[in-house]
């Protein structure tokens, strides 16, 4: 008989979960339906405040909103980190509505449309120029705007990082500038009127290896460096990525982070020396969101085919897709869960979870061990605060949408 435990960033008060200090069934009442999504600040505080401590102190936050664009998140994160990564003009307006320094957002993205370059020439942010032919409309719109669009390059490398979860660099990319065409399109962007600041590169996502993420960073600076010499302008803005990983599951190790700020305090001075000017940059999404969200579905209906038990939820893929699986994943493996009105009651049960889709992907959980679940019983899926609402087909199936709080 084993406790089922609670997963590790979150409390839990008698037999209860704690979310944002509160146990999680006033929590479920405050929110008044299920599903929901729940993100808590103070575990997103906790994780600045550790890469604070980690890194250089010259080593610049961004936040890739990407992994979760709700805007109080955003709100919240845009007061710890020092910028915003955005990727569309949803993204930008959410960025812009925090206050921010526009200077502070970053908008990378392949196939940025004229409109969308329009925003971004209007607002003064740093584009990050995917292609030549971008290049060539933002040199267009800021001429016609008479505003000096703020640019740097985003770098395919010549190198790939191992290790990641999703590959993003090296080899053919739709990604970026292949690095050796990278002197080519400085010497184009020397005729036209850019205020050039510098680089970007970013290989990859969902790294837990500190090593291999440490290897990947002397790599990608080394490149720029090389790269810097064929810049007519002095380099201001060096975004080396990040791609930093969180355990999904028991067996996973958390990163190393403390390797990886060595790592980078071994490089600052060789880049303060070459690139006096330059602000290192490190972009993170899951990273600083993934642990502090939480997706809770109530049990709608329990039943046993042929021997074995499913707990059918009133959530599913269509919220929570990569839990299924299915958001690009090689190998399925569930995602941490819990009943959460059930902490410390024995897991003496084998149950597959399923959502409440009409299809056999919609499976939260395959064989867990949980303790013997009741209808009404609230499931909580762990790591849940990145790549959660906005990365699935909500509109699958038509179901409402779930209600989404940062507490
Ligand atoms: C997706 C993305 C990120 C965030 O990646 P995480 O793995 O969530 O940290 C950062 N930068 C760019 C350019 C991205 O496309």
């Known amino acids: ?65 990407k992994a979760n664009p709700m805007a109080a998140v955003v709100q919240h994160l845009s007061r710890l980190v020092d910028g915003l990564d955005v990727a569309s003009a949803h993204e930008l307006h959410t960025a812009l509505d925090t206050g921010i320094n526009p200077e502070s957002i970053s908008f990378a993205g392949p196939g940025k449309t004229e409109a969308e370059l329009r925003q971004a020439v209007a607002a003064g942010v740093t584009i990050e120029l995917e292609s030549f032919r971008e290049a060539l409309r933002v040199t267009s719109i800021s001429e016609r705007l008479g505003l000096r669009a703020r640019v740097a390059i985003r770098v395919n490398p010549d190198f790939q990082v191992k290790g990641s979860g999703m590959k993003m660099g090296g080899g053919p990319q739709q990604f970026g500038v292949d690095a050796e065409c990278v002197p080519d399109l400085l010497a184009q962007l020397r005729t036209w009127d850019l205020d050039f600041v510098g680089f970007h590169v970013f290989a990859g ?29 002095p380099i201001r803005y060096l975004n080396i990525g990040g791609g930093f990983g969180i355990p999904y599951s028991q067996r996973a190790r958390p990163l190393d982070l403390a390797l990886v700020g060595r790592n980078l305090a071994d490089l600052v001075p060789v880049l303060e020396a070459r690139l006096p000017q330059a602000q290192l940059t490190i972009e993170l999404g899951r ?30 893929l269509h919220h929570q897709l990569a839990a299924s699986g299915n958001f690009g994943q090689a190998i399925r493996r569930n995602y941490p869960l819990a009943l959460g009105n059930r902490l410390t009651a024995d897991a003496d049960e084998i149950v597959s979870v399923v959502g409440c889709l009409c299809t056999p992907l919609d499976l939260l959980g395959d064989n867990v061990a949980l303790p013997k679940a009741e209808v009404g019983d609230l499931l909580v899926i762990f790591q849940s605060g990145a790549y959660g609402l906005t990365a699935s087909p909500t509109a699958f199936l038509g179901h409402p949408a779930p209600a989404e709080c940062l507490v």
């Open 287 to 316: 990273y600083l969101v993934g642990e502090s969200g939480i997706y809770v579905t109530r049990v709608i209906d329990r039943k046993v085919s042929r021997g074995k038990t499913y707990l059918v939820v009133d959530g599913g």
């Open 1 to 65: 008989m084993t406790v089922h435990p609670t997963h590790p960033p979150f409390g839990s008060h008698r037999d209860l979960l704690l979310v944002g200090g509160m146990p999680l069934d006033r929590l479920a009442a405050r929110v008044g339906s299920t599903p929901f999504f729940a993100y808590d600040r103070g575990i997103i505080d906790a994780r600045v405040a550790e890469l604070r401590q980690e890194l250089p102190n010259s080593v610049r936050l961004a936040y890739a909103m």
């Open 205 to 233: 996502s969902q790294n837990l290896n500190a090593e291999i993420i440490a290897e990947s960073q002397r790599q990608t600076l080394d490149l720029l460096l090389r790269l810097a010499d064929s810049s007519p302008w």
